[in-house]
């Protein structure tokens, strides 16, 4: 990664830390975009370079899309062309920050304060958990030479979705846990639907 783009990730995430801080200390409608990019050390029109609202920027680290590589890799039936474990990965690439447990942690802990304060937040988080699944379902379906209008991957993606705010909620995010630790959780909340939802010997 170049110096220019280090420089505006850190814009980027300066802005978004200003924002969550003043939330917190004073009240959605009590902050301004003008006082976040001050807070930030950055001009207003810098601000609406990187988000459109005030709002954007408070959710800015809850994911829109699967990311953009380990979704062709998926796609092309990778990377170890067991279907479970290869979508196991892209969730895992979806939902934990690149930075790591320790900052997802810490991300989660402040979006749980934010939402609790600021319950109109609900909807805009919900849209993007949705924007995500929209575009998983299209994956699965590429990967598996089906229309994206079938029900069969809009079921897995919504499933799949489902476990994984379960197992993210669920998760301790201790000192030393990795995302293999997170793939594991995740393998045997998938094993368990599974043996919920089979034929029965009956």
Do not use: W
């Not at 814009?11 to 976040?36: D, F, K, P, S, Y």
């Amino acid at each position: 990664m170049g110096l220019r783009e280090r420089k505006k990730q850190a814009t980027r995430r300066a802005l978004q830390e200003a924002a969550v801080r003043l939330t917190l200390e004073r009240g959605l409608e009590h902050v301004t975009v003008e006082e976040i990019a001050a807070e930030a050390d950055v001009s207003t029109r810098t601000f609406f370079n990187y988000f459109a609202t005030k709002e954007e920027a408070l959710l800015s680290d809850v994911p829109t899309a699967p990311d953009e590589e380990v979704r062709r890799v998926f796609v092309e039936g990778g990377p170890t062309g067991v279907f479970v474990d290869d979508l196991i990965t892209v969730l895992t690439a979806s939902v934990i920050s690149s930075e790591g447990l320790a900052a997802h942690r810490d991300a989660m802990l402040l979006r749980k304060r934010l939402v609790e304060r600021e319950p109109q937040l609900v909807p805009g988080m919900l849209a993007r958990f949705h924007n995500v699944e929209q575009e998983l379902s299209r994956a699965i379906a590429e990967r598996t030479g089906t229309s994206p209008e079938d029900e069969r991957p809009q079921l897995v993606a919504a499933t799949a979705m489902a476990v994984t705010r379960h197992t993210v909620k669920c998760l301790h995010l201790r000192e030393g846990e990795g995302v293999a630790d997170v793939r594991a959780v995740l393998r045997d909340a998938f094993r368990h639907v599974g043996a919920a939802y089979a034929p029965s010997d009956d």
